[in-house]
């Protein structure tokens, strides 16, 4: 079993920047991790990959302000947010598959409001 735990959220002004980040409890050297969020009132939709390798995916939607990157010594991902909107505001969790089970973190709230 794998526990994550998402951390870096808050409250941030139209145009302002988040690091979140995603700490596992075992290694993830050889897995990949995503992040994906939830707006109030909406179904959870997802927002980033990052492969094992490094590769990075992300959303039509955060393509060019968001960027992904991984510590694997830490265990941690991390989504770094830039010109964020008001649209972005939502719970945003990490997501890593093993042994075909998806696990979830709690999740840590993204607020982007004036």
């Known amino acids: 079993q794998v526990q994550l735990v998402e951390s870096g959220g808050g409250l941030v002004q139209p145009g302002g920047s988040l690091r979140l980040s995603c700490a596992a409890s075992?290694?993830?050297?050889?897995?990949?991790m995503g992040w994906y969020r939830q707006a109030p009132g909406e179904l959870r939709e997802w927002v980033a990959t990052i492969t094992s390798g490094g590769s990075t995916f992300l959303a039509d939607s955060v393509k060019g302000r968001f960027t992904l990157s991984r510590d694997n010594a830490k265990n941690t991902v991390y989504l770094q947010m830039n010109s964020l909107k008001p649209d972005d505001t939502a719970v945003y969790y990490c997501n890593i598959g093993r042994g075909g089970v998806a696990y979830w973190g709690k999740g840590t709230l993204v607020t982007v409001s004036s």
């Open positions: 075992g290694s993830i050297f050889n897995n990949a």
